[in-house]
């Protein structure tokens, strides 16, 4: 990485990605913001605020801030993955925790085990990043031998 210059965004160093992981990149907004769409709901024939999308959508926020203040320090390193695990762990915990109150029959709950099937398995992949960070596997930038 000597010659490399390391792009000045993190969406321009996800842009440098392969196309798949940009996908990836791209279900896990779907995921976490597809919650907007379920905020406000009806229940028994009355309108209710469904609570796993207000956990769920300040978790990506501060997910996001995280992560822009991690590139900002670290660069494209497996750390940023640490900003899912501080942001995501407690609403996915908690969404999980209530699946089976919320079931599988309607579209909301569709969309909360499609949550929770994508977010945890982000939350398995950057918990294993941060952990290859510690241990000093943590470059990110041009693994792939792309460019």
Known sequence: MD??????????????????????????????????????????????????????????FVAAMILNLLYAQ????????????????????????RRKIIGFASVYGKYIHFYLLISGLSLIIDSLDVVRYIVGDGDLFMRWGLL
């Open 74 to 97: 670290f660069g494209y390193v497996r750390l940023l993955g640490l900003a899912h695990v501080i942001g995501w762990s407690g609403p996915f915990i908690w969404v999980l925790m």
């Open 3 to 60: 010659n490399l210059e390391i792009p000045a965004t993190l969406g321009e160093a996800i842009a440098t990605e392969p196309m798949w992981l940009q996908a990836w990149v791209m279900v896990l907004v779907i995921a976490q913001l597809g919650a907007v769409l379920f905020i406000v709901g009806r229940d028994n024939g009355n309108w209710i605020i469904r609570k796993e999308c207000l956990a769920i959508i300040p978790g990506f």
